[in-house]
């Protein structure tokens, strides 16, 4: 009786963010694939944080099944992102977008050499800094004064004034964000504008009026100033978060993580 051959498994190479040459060796994180251990990928001055993974898995003709899995996903997603903060606890690095793959070592250096300049560029723009985010909520809302009315003309006279409230929130809120949008950069190296997340996504009842994120190197100064707009605006709650990977100070010919 003859056995059926063992089919081999085909790898590429899964590109996390690139880094300073010679940072030493790659961190114990655990990959995407946790079959295989991160490397560092040297190429003049800078280096590629990268595993090995499995094509059967990463391979651009089977990705769009796999992102439709949402288990698959989130658990990726959290691999790569835990990739990107161990690195980032040691060394400046610019991180890739998810499922950045190549076929080969060669095709990953070619990259590399290809963005070299760019990329050696970047990295000195986020040395020593941090990304951090920043969010601003409405306060917290008192009870509607429609459902307590207890008379049907205390009901319209009371939506109509939850409406203009409404009204002049929403007029205010572009003057408020762009605002504090100004103030927070006066404390950064730079800033960007993000878009706007649903409750949902932001897993809180308030509604959204901002959402930025900041490249930051006195910290310190950064937190202060963000504490002086939250006295002065007391209309308004802000979320810190953070420190991150710089994931949106990417040049965008290399693509954000």
Request: some cysteine.
């Amino acid at each position: 009786m003859t056995s059926a051959p063992i089919r081999e498994t085909v790898t590429g190479w899964y590109l996390y963010g690139v880094v300073p040459a010679g940072g030493g060796e790659a961190p114990a994180a655990r990959g995407v694939d946790p079959e295989h251990q991160l490397v560092t990928i040297d190429c003049g001055g800078i280096a590629g944080v990268a595993s090995q993974v499995s094509l059967d898995e990463f391979d651009k003709s089977t990705l769009p099944e796999r992102l439709g899995d949402a288990e698959w996903l989130e658990r990726k997603i959290r691999a790569h992102e835990q990739v990107l903060e161990a690195v980032h606890a040691r060394t400046a690095v610019v991180p890739c977008r998810f499922c950045t793959v190549y076929r080969d070592e060669d095709d990953l250096k070619a990259f590399l050499a290809a963005h070299a300049t760019a990329l050696a560029e970047a990295l000195d723009l986020v040395a020593g800094r941090v990304e951090l985010g920043v969010k601003a909520f409405t306060a917290s809302e008192p009870a509607s004064a429609a459902e307590q009315a207890e008379s049907g003309r205390a009901y319209l006279e009371a939506r109509r004034s939850e409406q203009r409230r409404r009204e002049e929130l929403t007029a205010s809120s572009s003057r408020l964000a762009a605002e504090l949008h100004v103030r927070l950069l006066s404390a950064a190296e730079d800033g960007v504008v993000l878009d706007l997340q649903s409750r949902e996504a932001a897993g809180r009842n308030e509604e959204m009026l901002f959402n930025g994120a900041y490249l930051v190197s006195d910290r310190g100064h950064f937190e202060q100033t963000l504490g002086s707009v939250a006295r002065e605006q007391g209309e308004l709650q802000l979320e810190l978060t953070g420190p991150w990977p710089p994931y949106n100070f990417v040049p965008e010919e290399l693509g954000r993580g």
